[in-house]
């Protein structure tokens, strides 16, 4: 088991910053990935940003330029410096981790981060 631990999020203005962090602590193997997902109300939970132990990051075309993941491996930390946002980008936000093999997902409790206009 996997337990994942969040922190960060809240109100912001739009145009401001906000940075989430998520600790993964438990069994972990050497080859997986983290990053985040989010979910607005009515909609689907899309993906944010992912980072892979081998280094490749993946974003979301909605947050490429402005969110940058980065991570810890050594404290199995991901963080999400969020720039520039915007009101659609309110949503819960949700820590994920993710082992490559066998694949097996967790996921964290959500975070709200709120952006007003």
């Known amino acids: 088991q996997v337990q994942l631990m969040e922190s960060g999020g809240g109100l912001v203005q739009a145009g401001g910053s906000l940075r989430l962090s998520c600790s993964a602590s438990?069994?972990?193997?050497?080859?997986?990935?983290m990053g985040w997902y989010r979910q607005a109300p009515g909609k689907e939970r899309e993906l944010v940003a992912t980072s892979f132990t081998g280094g490749v990051r993946t974003y979301g075309d909605s947050v490429k330029g402005r969110f940058t993941i980065s991570r810890d491996n050594a404290d199995n930390t991901v963080y999400l410096q969020m720039n520039s946002l915007k009101p659609e980008d309110t949503a819960v936000y949700y820590c994920n981790f993710r082992h490559l093999s066998p694949i097996t997902e967790y996921w964290g409790q959500g975070t709200q981060v709120t952006v007003s206009s």
């Open positions: 438990g069994a972990i193997f050497s080859r997986n990935a």
